[in-house]
């Protein structure tokens, strides 16, 4: 399976400065939304999907939209998909929130989005394996808790990332202002597999940074 990073294209890296606007749209960053059919999107009722995945019983279910997305369950899906079915989960929810976007007049996420870096986000932007893990993790960037850390530019928006244990991809779906403080966010996709295992996955994080002076932070969305 080819794993498809989406690239930042306004907020990855410290030390960036502020930009004021006067406004600052929401956007959908469509190339890197998997499954995306149509590049105008008006409502999330709108959001039109091609994409398949196989029922348990061998045949095949196409999804044309989210809402046939949000009503199949985990059972529903041959095991070999359910990663698979949790990644058009994650792009839904993002497209929800796009949908449902304020304009924001401010962003310090710019340099993120331009430098196409990711190792100056928090730490827990990770498929991190339990809460310990992610307690070791808190206060650390990636590049700090990762020893062995190694990040490509794929293309515009997308970003590949190898570290001892798994190989990810980091893509940006949407920015705007989604949780009403005026100050843009970036919803990101990890796609990740472990490289000695056959674990596999995806995390949708909306991460933000209300000043320029602020460290990245990250909110889990799945």
Known sequence: MKYIIITISSFLLG??????????????????????????????????????????????????????????????????????LRMIRANCKALALYTNAESAYKSHLQEILTEHTVAHLPATAYPYVNEYDKNLRKGKTLKQFHADFKEKKVFEGVIDVETNTKRLSYSVLATGDFDDDRVEDALILISWHSKEAFGKGFKLIKVSRPTSEARFSITELD
């Open 15 to 84: 030390g960036c400065a502020s930009v004021a606007a006067e406004q600052i749209k929401p956007d959908i960053y469509v190339d890197n939304v998997t499954g995306l059919a149509t590049s105008i999107i008006t409502n999330y009722d709108s959001v039109v999907l091609d994409y398949d995945l196989t029922l348990r019983n061998g045949n095949n279910i196409h999804f044309s939209d989210c809402s046939k997305v949000d009503a199949t369950h985990d059972t529903d899906i041959v095991e070999s998909e359910y990663h698979l």
